[in-house]
């Protein structure tokens, strides 16, 4: 039990952690964050559209980030390094965020799906799936979801694990819209399974 509690322990540090980076680090293009506990330190890497922002001069912002985490969430030894996005279109949080930012300027949500569904895949991307929840319609209109995703994208078992995952909130005058995007990156491997590359579907092409 005790072995139990600390790994439930563990999981909610770890979350905390990455909900404190992505709010000290949004002006970053904060992405994702990988945390690896050892018995000598902790490592946190950090996957940003721009490292300087995270470093800062001579290195004040992550010296900062790093003791704040020591003393806030009781971290011993964290170590921080900054890994600059390669793909933002494979990057689920990045993704997220510009959904939401769209929705806020009024854009069709139908519209902004479909189209970054075919960025995602123009990419690179073995399967994605974006789902948009709430107030999607004009003032007065129940609340709804849009669904849509293409390719492989799996709902269970330990290969869910593979499938990155983010979730942003737009807020336009209508109503709060939650946004969720999963992401399957291109060269990710499914233990005995063959996947074919995916074709975009000629309802999102143009």
Do not use: C, W
């Not at 680090?25 to 000598?40: C, N, W």
């Not at 001579?58 to 980030?65: E, M, S, Y």
């Not at 921080?80 to 510009?98: G, W």
């Amino acid at each position: 039990m005790a072995i139990e509690r600390k790994f439930i322990d563990d999981s909610i540090i770890k979350l905390n952690i990455s909900k404190y980076l992505s709010k000290e680090l949004a002006r970053a293009g904060f992405s994702r964050v990988e945390i690896q506990k050892t018995p000598i330190l902790t490592r946190i890497t950090v996957y940003v559209l721009s490292p300087g922002k995270v470093i800062g001069r001579a290195g004040k912002t992550i010296n900062t980030l790093t003791n704040n985490i020591k003393k806030i969430f009781n971290v011993e030894n964290p170590q921080i390094s900054v890994i600059e996005v390669e793909n933002k279109m494979l990057e689920p949080m990045v993704v997220a965020k510009d959904i939401a930012e769209k929705l806020e300027r009024g854009i069709n949500a139908r519209r902004v799906i479909q189209f970054t569904l075919k960025s995602i895949l123009e990419n690179g991307a073995i399967g994605a799936e974006i789902i948009a929840s709430g107030k999607l319609a004009a003032k007065g209109a129940r609340a709804k979801t849009i669904r849509k995703s293409i390719g492989y994208i799996p709902k269970a078992g330990d290969v869910t694990n593979l499938v990155r995952e983010a979730h942003a909130t737009a807020y336009p005058k209508y109503g709060a819209i939650g946004v969720k995007v999963r992401i399957v990156p291109q060269g990710t491997v499914f233990p005995g399974r063959i996947l074919k590359p995916v074709e975009i579907p000629k309802s999102i092409l143009n």
